[in-house]
């Protein structure tokens, strides 16, 4: 089951940033600037970009056993000590992702009007605006977003991409053809790091769902005082984040309670965890929260992939990865159900983990 729009949300008047940044004011609306404590506090975030491991596809495709081994234990300590990595040599032409990020561009710069043809409803992700608004009082990101459930028939759904000129279908085309080779790819290597076999998740997942999503950061005037995108953890398996060339550095991950920026490696993709994997995997490889920043200067470009299985698939912990030292963390459901919940709740870090989790009774 697909997730639903629920009507009827009073969301009050929401500015579109990109106009708010063409009228050259100093300040930010009131609805955009953040209570104290969720500011982003820019001067003390570290800079260890370093940190975030880098994974060489290549040594897992066609590096023979010993670079297959060494790079699979990479893989495990990325994905257990940090649920998000980068990832380099993953074979999409570099042609593929700068069309992509072209369109996506172009896209932003149409006049609002155009933009505004393909409104995205509350409770939807797709379209044109701002999701995940649910109330008059909430905070809004400095964020547009252009979003597009592809699932396994994204045809469909470029009927909503303005003028549709044939070059932006097979952009689009051509880009979720190869992230969602990537991501099979990158399923089944994660399935060999815990120890199962690698076609567990594709067996399991049924025909998978495929949305991508573009967010556009315009500059802001005050990057002290509003999230680019709030705290979250991703509802998919796996996400692919692609930052756009020349843009600032924005996103940025909770590590140890530290905000850890993920500086742009040219051509590399940016690979996270999300929710699904977090039960199947019973908290083992967890979704890890985070968010964007916006800059003073510069403008941002990022385009974000979500890889999940089919709605009809019923989840939960895989019976291979409990035992009696680590029982049952989460309930089973239906994925589509967990969809929906997420595209209608706010983005607030992992409170949408929530649905699934089971909290142990207190025993007499
Ligand atoms: O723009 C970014 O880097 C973050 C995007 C993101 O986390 C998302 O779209 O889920
Ligand atoms: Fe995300």
Redesign the pocket.
């Known amino acids: 089951m697909a997730p639903t729009p629920i009507f009827p949300v009073k969301v009050g008047h929401i500015d579109d940033v990109q106009e708010l940044r063409k009228a050259k004011q100093s300040n930010v609306p009131q609805r955009f600037v953040r209570d104290m404590a969720e500011r982003p506090e820019l001067a003390t975030t570290v800079t260890h970009p370093s940190d975030i491991p880098v994974i060489d596809l290549s040594n897992l495709v066609k590096g023979g056993k010993a670079r297959f081994q060494a790079e699979i234990l990479k893989l495990t300590a990325a994905c257990e000590e940090w649920g998000f990595f980068q990832v380099i040599n993953h074979g999409i032409d570099v042609e593929v992702l700068s069309d992509i990020e072209k369109m996506a561009m172009e896209f932003f710069m149409l006049p609002l009007e155009e933009k505004q043809k393909y409104p995205m409803a509350p409770g939807t992700v797709q379209g044109y605006g701002q999701a995940f608004v649910f109330s008059e009082d909430q905070k809004l990101d400095w964020c547009n977003m252009f979003a597009l459930g592809l699932e396994p028939h994204y045809m469909r759904n470029l009927s909503l991409w303005p003028k549709n000129p044939p070059t932006f279908s097979e952009s689009i085309e051509n880009y979720s053809r190869e992230i969602r080779k990537l991501c099979k790819s990158l399923m089944s290597f994660i399935a060999v790091s815990l120890g199962l076999n690698k076609d567990v998740f594709e067996d399991m997942f049924g025909v998978a769902v495929q949305a991508v999503r573009m967010n556009y950061y315009p500059a802001c005037p005050r990057p002290d005082l509003v999230m680019g995108l709030s705290p979250?953890s991703?509802g998919s398996a796996l996400?692919v984040l692609q930052q756009g060339k020349g843009s600032s550095v924005g996103l940025q991950i909770l590590k140890n309670n530290t905000w850890v920026p993920v500086q742009p490696i040219p051509n590399a993709l940016v690979i996270n965890i999300g929710d699904t994997i977090e039960v199947l995997t019973n908290g083992r490889y967890k979704s890890v929260e985070?968010r964007a920043v916006t800059n003073k200067e510069k403008d941002r470009l990022s385009i974000?992939t979500f890889y999940a299985p089919s709605y009809d698939i019923e989840l939960g912990p895989m019976p291979e990865l409990m035992d009696e030292k680590n029982p049952t963390k989460f309930r089973r459901y239906n994925h589509g159900e967990y969809s929906k919940h997420y595209v209608t709740n706010k983005l607030q870090g992992k409170k949408t983990l929530e649905f699934a989790k089971i909290h142990p009774q207190a025993s007499f």
Do not use: A, L, R, S
């Open positions: 979250h991703d996400t985070h974000v």
